[in-house]
């Protein structure tokens, strides 16, 4: 009897287990492989935004440290870098990651080098992002990671994305292996080139969840450095469940479906191939996005200021095109409909451009409800409204300002996301 090759019995195993694995898991299943367990979208740099920054003025002898928290685990380990806004080539002299500490603080037993081409200091081309070597560094979901950037040269103006509910720290110097934070005395609520962090796992597991949004994706009205933003309860719910998942938070605040803004980022049309699309190992994405539009579209907020507002054809033209992208690459895509802002600084003031802004609002969500076009539907409007005034948030969900919601708001929209996942 002619014996069977190791390597093709090896590789009937291999597939028997992504069988078996697609047949009992709640959701769909990548193949092993690297995938996304933390994004973020980046913007061109920028002074006018809703924080204080340092992406004009770049960094230069400075060690730049950033903590993140990732969705789900794996047994090697890699980060995505952009230059994608730079307009000349990204020196980085060194870089680190570890597990966080707390604050700037890291284990000490856990850090390690980041390596492109097996080169601690590399060079990364304007307008394109690059990946570090893997290194073997398993990591559990909800994990905290912290990443540092040592840039010996001035960098210039940097990729960056503006508004982070939580704390990165900037040490004068080379610090990219302290364990101490001593170093670390100056603080910000952005990140700094980073893009993403990629896992490797030898199992299939589920497919990974992009949420493309604005600032109620980013989480603004959350507590600071809390890890109470939607995305994050919502993969905290997975870990409880004993299903982690990949869930990446995509929101920019300010963002448009239609039009692109210096300093609230390019359009959802405009970003999403980089900011979806070419995440490893997404399978859906939840579209939840267009009170901008409603409200700010309409004229060139690329270089000016705010315009009329879309209408509500105008932004349903918008989402079929996300729609189509998402069908186009084979990923379920799942709409979200647009909360009231009833109080806000959107629905204050002209009441009969309140008036006819909250009809654009209403056509909308009657159209993600009840068009088809969409593979799933949150009824964000719905859950996160006053039942008393629907045009207002619920009280218990405002955050203060009648436009963003507070810790409990994002649990109540994490649990209605959850609900129509696979």
Not at 208 to 233: K, N, R
Not at 337 to 362: H, K, L, Q
Request: hydrophobic fraction near 45%; glycine fraction near 10%; include cysteine.
């Amino acid at each position: 009897m002619k014996a069977i090759p190791v390597v093709r019995i090896l590789a009937a195993l291999f597939a028997l287990l992504v069988v078996l694995a697609a047949a009992t898991a709640a959701a769909p299943v990548s193949a092993p492989g690297w995938q996304a367990v933390w994004a973020t979208g980046t913007q061109r740099p920028g002074d006018n935004s809703f924080v204080p920054n340092w992406s004009m003025a770049g960094f230069g002898n400075q060690s730049v440290r950033q903590v993140i928290r990732v969705s789900d685990g794996g047994t090697q380990l890699r980060v995505r870098l952009s230059n994608q806004f730079g307009t000349k080539p990204l020196q980085v002299t060194g870089a680190t990651v570890a597990r966080s500490a707390g604050g700037a603080a890291v284990h000490p037993d856990s850090l390690r080098q980041l390596l492109i081409g097996s080169e601690s200091a590399f060079r990364i081309a304007p307008g394109t992002t690059a990946v570090t070597d893997p290194i073997a560094m398993p990591v559990d979901p909800l994990e905290l990671l912290t990443v540092t950037l040592f840039f010996a040269d001035p960098t210039g103006p940097g990729t960056y994305h503006a508004q982070v509910l939580g704390t990165s720290y900037l040490a004068w110097g080379d610090h990219r292996s302290d364990a101490a934070p001593t170093a670390f005395t100056v603080t910000s609520s952005s990140y700094y080139y980073l893009a993403a962090v990629e896992t490797q796992q030898l199992r299939p597991r589920p497919s990974g969840v992009a949420l493309l949004g604005d600032s109620l994706t980013e989480g603004v009205g959350s507590t600071m450095d809390a890890h109470h933003t939607y995305p994050e309860i919502l993969a905290e719910s997975l870990v409880a469940q004993g299903k982690p998942r990949p869930i990446l938070n995509l929101g920019i605040g300010g963002n448009c479906v239609t039009a692109d803004s210096q300093w609230m980022g390019e359009s959802a049309i405009s970003r999403f191939r980089r900011d979806v699309l070419d995440q490893p190992g997404v399978g859906a994405v939840v579209i939840l996005e267009g009170i901008n539009d409603i409200w700010l579209g309409g004229g060139n907020l690329a270089t000016g200021g705010p315009g009329p507002g879309v209408s509500a054809e105008q932004l349903i033209a918008g989402y079929r095109s996300l729609i189509a992208l998402a069908r186009t690459a084979g990923i379920r895509v799942i709409g979200a409909t647009i909360p009231p802002a009833a109080g806000s600084t959107f629905g204050d003031g002209d009441r009969v451009r309140y008036d006819d802004r909250e009809g654009v609002r209403r056509a909308v969500n009657a159209w993600i409800r009840t068009s088809g076009e969409y593979d799933a539907v949150v009824d964000s409007a719905a859950v996160l409204a006053d039942p008393a005034d629907p045009e207002r948030l619920a009280p218990a969900f405002d955050s203060g300002d009648h436009l963003h919601l507070r810790d409990a708001g994002y649990v109540a929209l994490a649990a209605a996301v959850a609900a129509v996942l696979d």
